[in-house]
């Protein structure tokens, strides 16, 4: 591992904050980092108000959009809501479906299969929706890049209106509206919405339309929360807002699909974290092994023996997704010793019986034993379809770029991307691949790296501290949970190996005196030699605390150890 310490604010700059917001010097240091420098600015962030939310009316289209649904309302349409197969789109469709049906009941969803259809809009959802006399069609999370169906749709007299987060290309889909905050020529002043946030917005325009206030919308936060978590947006500006009162909401009287998860986990109050790794996963599963329908249902069901019931068949994909991508993942890790890559710039492998499903999450396995740009094949069709994951500081999208000639078509972002290619063409992509990235990559980016954000002694280590960490939360890209490094420790003696095969290790720290102070460190169980003996080491951690036979305790989460 890699430690880099973030630059250290001006000292008078900390100075002057701590003394305005009445705290101490670290907790001033912290907010500097991330970009609060002023009473107003910390009080918007510890105290985030839904007052604070923005216009939705300053997002370009979104005028035209309400005027269109509110026509289609009045002329009896049928409206379509249509959205991806993961846990920000059905999220969305989740969302307006069941907004727009409180009060109109000619409103059906869909989801495009993913193997049938693919991601984002379909030629055959089009047709569904021309069998079936839709003649608008919402389309959330997908669509900005979608000229030719939308053009398709159009000549079918059905009309799009488009909700979406993703950056568009060059030229937009003559959909009847746009909603895109990342569109060049919109001036909506937060671009970093999820695509359930675009959607939310436009509820949030349609509710102000009938009298209704953001209080009314509450009930809906839970769905966006979610979204905001599993698409690892930002919790910035909006997205915090709605991420701090979704939470509230999950935590006290979330939605009946949601009960219906959280009443088989062991947890009593959910972070942004445990949305992220334990709900999350468990919608994404529908649509990675069965469908994404499975999700949208159960997100929309208010009976809740019935969501229950929806709840356990989607906990039986979940279970199958994880048992199929551990083995994905081994098989994968083997084709790499097998073929001697150990030591290449890349991993790049396929096999045309792994499940199209999972090979992201495989991609993502693979970059934790081999740190480096890496590419999972799977037979899909006539053709080979790949999900690639990158490491920090490499941009995987410009390195497929490169290699385009090998391509099919490809899309996606600077550290995930998917592509297509014909399957001759594999063997020459997996070259280029390799020779792109070993000519372009900063080889310290091969090593993982924890980023700090201070020095920190133990003696200032405090529940009082602990207090306003909790308050630093939602935590997330923007907002990152604090990261501390203390140096000069030693354990109190009783340091040990615990889990299976003493995977993780446990301590209790001390410096110059003071503690001891617990610690945990996940997988670290092989840093064990280090802190024997009253070595002396360094750490690298954030702050927790520990639940045992009812007593609450402050430990470190360790990260690190030097």
């Not at 909603?179 to 509710?207: H, S, T």
Request: some cysteine; glycine content about 8%; hydrophobic content about 40%.
């Amino acid at each position: 591992m890699r430690w880099t310490i973030k630059p250290k604010p001006e000292q008078n700059e900390i100075d002057r904050l701590a003394a305005e917001l009445k705290v101490d010097q670290l907790v001033a240091h912290l907010l500097l980092q991330r970009g609060i420098t002023t009473y107003d600015e910390a009080k918007k962030f510890f105290r985030p108000q839904l007052s604070d939310l923005h216009d939705p009316f300053l997002m370009k289209d979104m005028d035209v959009a309400v005027a269109r649904i509110e026509r289609a309302i009045s002329n009896s349409e049928n409206i379509l809501i249509f959205g991806d197969y993961d846990v920000d789109g059905t999220t969305s469709v989740a969302l307006v479906s069941s907004y727009l049906l409180r009060s109109y009941p000619n409103v059906a969803t869909y989801i495009p299969d993913r193997y049938e259809e693919g991601y984002g809009v379909s030629y055959q959802g089009i047709d569904f929706a021309e069998d079936n006399g839709f003649s608008l069609i919402i389309a959330l999370d997908c669509g900005v890049k979608a000229i030719d169906k939308i053009a398709y749709a159009k000549e079918k007299g059905i009309e799009f209106i488009i909700c979406d987060h993703h950056r568009p290309g060059d030229n937009l889909p003559e959909a009847i509206a746009v909603l895109d905050p990342k569109r060049a020529d919109c001036a909506y002043p937060y671009d970093e919405l999820c695509g359930c946030g675009v959607g939310f917005k436009l509820i949030q325009a349609l509710a102000s339309q009938k009298g209704e206030t953001i209080d009314d919308l509450i009930p809906y936060l839970d769905l966006v929360a979610t979204a905001i978590g599993a698409d690892i947006v930002p919790i910035t500006g909006e997205n915090r807002v709605l991420a701090y009162h979704g939470l509230q909401l999950i935590n006290s009287n979330p939605r009946i699909g949601f009960k219906a998860i959280i009443s088989q986990l062991n947890k009593t109050v959910l972070t942004i974290t445990d949305v992220v790794f334990i709900i999350a996963p468990r919608i994404n599963a529908a649509g990675r092994m069965k469908h994404g329908q499975h999700a949208v249902n159960l997100l929309t069901e208010t009976n809740l023996e019935v969501a229950q019931k929806f709840a356990a068949e989607i906990e039986k994909f979940n279970v199958d997704r994880r048992s199929l991508d551990k083995e994905i993942t081994q098989e994968a890790l083997k084709q790499i010793q097998e073929n001697n890559e150990e030591k290449r710039f890349t991993s790049v492998v396929y096999k045309d019986s792994w499940h199209k499903g999972v090979i992201g999450i495989v991609a993502s396995r693979l970059t934790e034993t081999y740190y480096r740009p890496t590419l999972v094949f799977t037979k899909s069709g006539d053709k080979l379809a790949a999900s690639a994951r990158s490491v920090k500081g490499f941009d995987v999208y410009n390195a497929l770029q490169a290699c385009s000639d090998c391509i099919e078509q490809f899309g996606g972002h600077k550290y995930a991307a998917g592509l297509t290619l014909l399957e001759e063409q594999y063997e020459a992509f997996k070259t280029q691949f390799e020779k792109v990235v070993s000519e372009t990559i900063d080889p310290n980016l091969l090593t993982p790296e924890i980023t700090i954000d201070t020095r920190i002694e133990i003696k200032d280590i405090t529940p009082k501290l602990m207090r306003i960490m909790r308050q630093f939360a939602p935590f997330g890209p923007g907002n990152m949970t604090p990261v501390f490094m203390a140096e000069s420790l030693q354990d109190s003696g009783y340091a040990k190996g615990v889990g299976q095969e003493g995977a993780h290790l446990k301590l209790a720290v001390t410096q110059d005196g003071y503690g001891p102070l617990g610690g945990i460190g996940f997988n670290l169980g092989d840093k064990l030699p280090l802190v024997i003996n009253r070595n002396t080491f360094d750490a690298v951690f954030s702050l927790d605390e520990n639940e045992w036979q009812g007593k609450v305790s402050l430990q470190l989460k360790l990260k690190d150890l030097k």
